[in-house]
């Protein structure tokens, strides 16, 4: 007999190649970063908190759940923070899904639905998305059964970039008023697009963001998820106490404080950047998805020796397959300076 669940032997674990990344000798373009450091106000509150003499205590969170309400327009209630939203999926999952219950997780998209969902032993429907209508809808539509405990839409996706629109997202979460319809907004400072307003009416809606992206903290792991109180009570009681670590509530705070500093960011990488890249691939006739984020999923020739040539020349991006089996680099934009640097670097290759 196993020692752990059976099924667990049969998964691999979710091991993006994180090795060997260096901000110091790469253009990190491989995994939707924020490409320039925080701002010096958010480094000096690390700094100041770590000096202060605090760390031999364990978190304390202050109000840093109301701050993020008002940020997001919700009551304090209606929200809750995480270790990252990877944590925010994760219990999302744990909550809602039991072994063999069906979850709904159109392909391809960011690996931890999947990963969270096998653990629970889950039967995983995915639908694929299209390069054209973007998230199969109809398809999601047609799947939602009895046992549809968890239809999930990243929104954006990762890696196509694509967006559902409000009225399919309704569509969705009217057709499975008892599966826990979960809308990663993880992208959402670039994309904009938000349905945080709808979970006053729809019970069954969560939301997932996070500050790993837009505002530049991943390595210190700090996500929310908002949904109506009653769906945050019962999730609060499988996150632990300190699950969070308070020099994330330490940056995030001080981030929230001088938002022009990520606003500005952002603006050059969605006003400059993506059009300029967008219309690089255009004039040469370079297929891609349509995005509203930080990246885009473009299906150049050789994509694995451009890859290569393009780590060479110290720019990491990140080879990604679509569902027909074509490679495509999904290449994260940063701001003008490096995205003119990776057109450079690409032209430099087919040369
Ligand atoms: C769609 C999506 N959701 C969630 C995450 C995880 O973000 P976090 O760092 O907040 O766990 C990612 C990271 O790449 C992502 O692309």
């Not at 307003?197 to 908002?226: E, I, M, Q």
Request: overall charge negative; hydrophobic content about 40%; glycine content about 4%.
């Amino acid at each position: 007999m196993a020692l752990f669940k059976e099924h667990l032997y049969q998964m691999a674990a979710y091991a993006p190649p994180l090795e060997g990344r260096s901000v110091e000798k790469h253009l990190l373009l491989d995994f939707n970063e924020r490409t320039l450091p925080v701002s010096d106000e958010v480094v000096e509150a690390l700094c100041d908190f770590i000096r202060s003499g605090q760390l031999q205590k364990y978190p304390s969170y202050g109000d840093i759940v109301s701050e993020l309400a008002e940020y997001v327009g919700v009551s304090p209630e209606q929200l809750m923070i995480t270790n990252g939203s990877d944590q925010g999926i994760d219990l999302v999952v744990r909550a809602a899904v039991s072994k063999g219950d069906r979850a709904i997780i159109p392909a391809p998209s960011f690996a931890m639905y999947r990963q969270c969902a096998e653990v629970e032993d889950a039967e995983i429907l995915s639908p694929e998305y299209d390069r054209e209508t973007g998230y199969p809808t109809g398809e999601v539509l047609a799947e939602i059964s009895v046992d549809t405990r968890l239809i999930v839409v990243a929104q954006p996706n990762n890696p196509c970039g694509t967006i559902v629109s409000r009225d399919d997202l309704q569509m969705i979460l009217r057709a499975a008023p008892d599966a826990v319809v979960l809308v990663d907004e993880c992208y959402y400072e670039y994309s904009q697009q938000t349905v945080v307003d709808l979970v006053d009416k729809y019970p069954n809606l969560v939301v997932a963001r996070t500050f790993s992206k837009t505002w530049g903290l991943p390595s210190l792991r700090f996500g929310f998820l908002v949904s109506q109180a009653n769906n945050i009570e019962q999730l609060l009681k499988i996150r632990g106490p300190y699950d969070i670590n308070q020099l994330s509530i330490v940056a995030v705070r001080a981030a929230l404080a001088a938002p022009d500093y990520t606003k500005d960011y952002v603006r050059e990488v969605m006003e400059e950047s993506k059009p300029l890249l967008e219309s690089w691939l255009d004039e040469r006739k370079i297929t891609y998805w349509p995005s509203t984020a930080n990246y885009i999923w473009a299906f150049f020739k050789q994509p694995d020796q451009l890859a290569a040539y393009l780590q060479e020349q110290g720019i990491l991006v990140r080879p990604k397959m679509d569902p027909e089996g074509k490679l495509g680099l999904r290449v994260t934009l940063g701001n003008l300076e490096q995205t003119r640097r990776v057109i450079e670097s690409i032209e430099a290759f087919y040369r």
